[in-house]
T-cell receptor, first 114, second 114 residues
């Protein structure tokens, strides 16, 4: 079955430190992977996606994600965290066996402390 | 802003009420979606419309009834809901319904069923 796992409910990082939000997936065929962010009282916003090509994908607000096929992971990273990065982050994978609809992770709450 | 608006932002309704949620997208997209977001759970896709035609209905109870009168507007009609239907309902749009393109989300309607 196709699935997405975000193993951490919450990640705490000090401002200025690097951050990583983890995502692993299970799909048949080549994966198409996405990260979205949700700020309080807002809808989700697209951050970045991997379709093909370079395994390191750069996105909005200085975020990047690394596609690792052997580990079936697509972790979100940022070299230096800002307090304003505090939000809920969702990983999603395009399910080719689910009529091309996104399969979502449960979300990871990222808290950046000053 | 994302170009997707939702009204109302908050709604409290009794189990015997009838209400409707409205979504409008100003992006010229061809696909629109309804999602249910509950705390610490993956987003649940409810309905997908492509060019005003419903293309996905993920086993949603009949007390939820969608309507898409044109490619810019999407409604979710609610009738005899249950307390477990309390959640954030998100509308989204994308260029097409194939899933490769990013989705643009509205801010959501926070629904409370009493």
């Amino acid at each position: 079955a196709q699935s997405v796992a975000q193993p951490e409910d919450q990640v705490n990082v000090a401002e200025g430190n690097p951050l990583t939000v983890k995502c692993t997936y299970s799909v048949s065929g080549n994966p198409y992977l996405f990260w979205y962010v949700q700020y309080p009282n807002r809808g989700l916003q697209f951050l970045l996606k991997y379709i093909t090509g370079d395994n390191l994908v750069k996105g909005s607000y200085g975020f990047e994600a690394e596609f690792n096929k052997s580990q079936t992971s697509f972790h979100l990273k940022k070299p230096s965290a800002l307090v304003s990065d505090s939000a809920l982050y969702f990983c999603a994978v395009l399910g080719l066996d689910s009529n091309y609809q996104l399969i979502w992770g449960a979300g990871t709450k990222l808290i950046i402390k000053p | 802003e994302t170009g997707v608006t939702q009204t109302p932002r908050h709604l409290v309704m009794g189990m015997t009420n009838k209400k409707s949620l409205k979504c409008e997208q100003h992006l010229g997209h061809n696909a629109m979606y309804w999602y249910k977001q509950s705390a610490k759970k993956p987003l649940e896709l409810m309905f997908v419309y492509s060019l005003e035609e419903r293309v996905e209905n993920n086993s949603v109870p009949s007390r939820f009834s969608p309507e898409c009168p044109n490619s810019s507007h999407l409604f979710l009609h609610l009738h005899t809901l249950q307390p477990e239907d309390s959640a954030l309902y998100l509308c989204a749009s994308s260029q097409d319904q194939q899933g490769f393109n990013e989705q643009y989300f509205g801010p959501g309607t926070r629904l409370t069923v009493t």
